[in-house]
Antibody, heavy 120, light 110 residues
Framework: EVQLLESGGGLVQPGESLRVSCAAS????????MSWVRQAPGKGLEWVST????????NYADSVRGRFTISRDNSKNTLYVRLNSLRAEDTAVYYC?????????????WGQGTLVTVSS | QSALTQPASVSGSPGQSITISCTGT?????????VSWYQQHPGKAPKLMIY???NRPSGVSNRFSGSKSGNTASLTISGLQAEDEADYYC??????????FGGGTKLTVL
């Protein structure tokens, strides 16, 4: 059974940094691109970033490029996103997601999400 | 990276059919058959309902169907049921190798 479990969310002040993790199990982790999707309170879904299975290719939304860094450790079956220079508008539930069967086949598996709150 | 355009809300009575549109550009929806649709109930993670424009994952009711014409994709739900009341989001791959979601549509079953 595929499982995705996020951790690392919390309350941080504007300008601070945070690393959010997603522990994956139940599938061959290195075979799949993985993504982060976030949802601000009461708002819609926003794609944040995607990393290839090998980790050699990454893509970012304009809103986070240069501030967030996606990475993965295939030996630990874990996905990460480093959130730097955090702003109030980064407050959201951060979900990790795995595509159905290829990179662009839609996100079938989702974690439960971890809440990041940026506030002074 | 502008969000895809969806109606903010749609409604229908039980048994009726509704359609939610998702309008993008020739750089996303119009360029690729990588449009997906998600259902999200309050406090829950999204659920994939349609992938690659018109394909349903196993376990998703055949009352849900997807299509695309030009830069606009559509999700149709037939035989509306109370449990279909939720938020629905479309998403597309883009020519910049990014992904983009729509703003979401709240479906109310009257």
């Amino acid at each position: 059974e595929v499982q995705l479990l996020e951790s690392g969310g919390g309350l941080v002040q504007p300008g601070e940094s945070l690393r959010v993790s997603c522990a994956a199990s139940g599938f061959s982790f290195s075979s799949y691109a993985m993504s982060w999707v976030r949802q601000a309170p009461g708002k819609g879904l926003e794609w944040v970033s995607t990393i290839s299975g090998s980790g050699g290719s990454t893509n970012y939304a304009d809103s986070v490029r240069g501030r967030f860094t996606i990475s993965r450790d295939n030996s630990k079956n874990t996905l990460y996103v480093r959130l730097n220079s955090l702003r109030a508008e980064d407050t959201a539930v951060y979900y990790c997601a795995r595509p159905f069967y290829h990179d662009n086949s839609g996100y079938y598996w989702w974690g439960q999400g971890t809440l990041v709150t940026v506030s002074s | 990276q502008s969000a895809l355009t969806q109606p903010a809300s749609v409604s229908g009575s039980p048994g009726q059919s509704i359609t939610i549109s998702c309008t993008g550009t020739s750089s996303d929806v119009g360029a690729y058959n990588f449009v997906s649709w998600y259902q999200q109930h309050p406090g829950k993670a999204p659920k994939l309902m349609i992938y690659e424009v018109s394909n349903r994952p196993s376990g998703v009711s055949n009352r849900f169907s997807g299509s695309k014409s030009g830069n606009t994709a559509s999700l149709t739900i037939s035989g509306l049921q109370a449990e279909d009341e939720a938020d629905y989001y479309c998403s597309s791959y883009t020519s910049s190798s990014t992904r983009v979601f729509g703003g979401g549509t709240k479906l109310t079953v009257l």
